[in-house]
């Protein structure tokens, strides 16, 4: 909350886009590391590791920033692990966000 300056309605704000857009960009991550393409894995990747780095999602951020870089690197060994590991950062993400907005709200 400090980062927002205590501005809850902003942080409900950026967790409906996390919550509208996470879902379809983890989907384009998902289906360029089965189709091996990393070319189109890059802006996936990179758009939600900078979403993820708004709310300091550590272990979620750094999956994606990995993808990014193997991407980059036209490098997709491990990539379904990161995929596995992004998956369930987002996850945890999600239920933390709503803990924490469903407090402030009490």
Same mark, same amino acid.
């Given at each position: 909350?400090?980062?927002?300056?205590?501005?809850?309605?902003?942080?409900?704000?950026?967790?409906?886009?996390?919550?509208?857009?996470?879902?379809? +960009?983890?989907?384009?991550?998902?289906?360029?590391?089965?189709?091996?393409?990393?070319?189109?894995?890059?802006?996936?990747?990179?758009?939600?590791?900078?979403?993820?780095?708004?709310?300091?999602?550590?272990?979620?951020?750094?999956?994606?920033?990995? +993808?990014?870089?193997?991407?980059?690197?036209?490098?997709?060994?491990?990539?379904?692990?990161? +995929?596995?590991?992004?998956?369930?950062?987002?996850?945890?993400?999600?239920?933390?966000?709503?803990?924490?907005?469903?407090?402030?709200?009490?």
């Amino acid at each position: 909350m400090e980062h927002i300056d205590g501005d809850l309605e902003f942080l409900e704000e950026s967790i409906e886009i996390l919550q509208e857009d996470g879902p379809a +960009l983890l989907a384009e991550i998902r289906a360029a590391i089965d189709a091996q393409d990393a070319e189109a894995l890059v802006r996936p990747a990179h758009t939600l590791k900078g979403m993820l780095a708004n709310f300091f999602a550590g272990t979620a951020k750094d999956a994606a920033a990995d +993808l990014e870089r193997r991407a980059r690197e036209d490098r997709l060994d491990g990539a379904a692990e990161l +995929l596995v590991e992004l998956d369930a950062g987002l996850a945890q993400l999600g239920d933390e966000l709503q803990a924490f907005v469903g407090a402030r709200r009490e």
